[in-house]
C-alpha cells in the first residue's frame, strides 16, 4: 500500500506514554482522490481527514481539509462533527520552517500554531526525520489538544514526507 500510494494510504498512528499503555490513536481512511485542496471543499472524496480516538474507540474529534485555492485550511471538529477551531497554512511550503496558524472559529483571532521547525540543510536533505512544536491555549478541552496532536500528524503528513522515502 505505501509503495503505490504515497501520501493518499491509510493510517493508524497509535501513541503510548512511558508505560508503553496506548494513549491516543490517530486514523485515516484512503483517500484515492486525495491531497487537491482546491477539490477538497466540493468533494468529500478529495478532502483529507483524521480521526482521534482513545485506544476503546471513543471519539475525541476530527481533522477534516477545508477546500483552499491559496493555502492549506484544515477544520477542527469536535466528537459532534462541529468546528471549534480552524488551521491555515503558509502560502509557500518549501524548505525550512512553515508555521501553520491555530484560528478561531470565525478566523479572525491566531490562538496558536503548528511549526515545522527547520533542522538544517543535510538532516533536512538526508534524513526523514522532522521537528515540530505545537502551540495551543492551556484552558482548551484535553479532547481538543489530542485532535490538534492529530492534526500535527496529518500536517506532517501531507506537506513534508517526503515521496522517495513514502
Not at 37 to 47: L, T, Y
Not at 68 to 77: D, G
Not at 132 to 145: C, E, G, H
Amino acid at each position: 500500500m505505501r509503495f503505490c500510494c504515497g501520501k493518499q494510504r491509510s493510517f493508524v498512528i497509535h501513541i503510548v506514554d512511558s508505560t508503553n499503555q496506548e494513549i491516543l490513536r490517530i486514523n485515516r481512511g484512503f483517500k484515492f482522490f486525495g491531497g487537491n485542496q482546491c477539490c477538497a471543499g466540493i468533494c468529500n472524496a478529495c478532502a483529507h481527514e483524521i480521526e482521534v480516538t482513545s485506544p476503546d474507540g471513543i471519539v475525541y474529534g476530527y481533522v477534516k481539509q477545508k477546500g483552499s485555492f491559496l493555502r492549506p485550511k484544515f477544520y477542527i471538529l469536535d466528537d459532534n462533527y462541529e468546528v471549534v477551531l480552524n488551521i491555515e497554512g503558509p502560502l509557500c511550503i518549501i524548505h525550512g520552517s512553515k508555521i501553520f496558524k491555530l484560528l478561531t472559529t470565525d478566523q479572525k483571532m491566531e490562538i496558536g500554531n503548528v511549526k515545522k521547525e527547520y533542522s538544517g540543510f543535510v538532516r533536512e536533505m538526508f534524513t526523514n526525520a522532522d521537528n515540530f512544536a505545537i502551540n495551543f491555549p492551556v484552558d482548551l478541552s484535553v479532547k481538543i489538544k489530542a485532535t490538534l496532536i492529530g492534526a500535527l500528524f496529518l500536517i506532517d503528513f501531507m506537506f513534508f514526507e517526503s515521496n522517495q522515502n513514502s
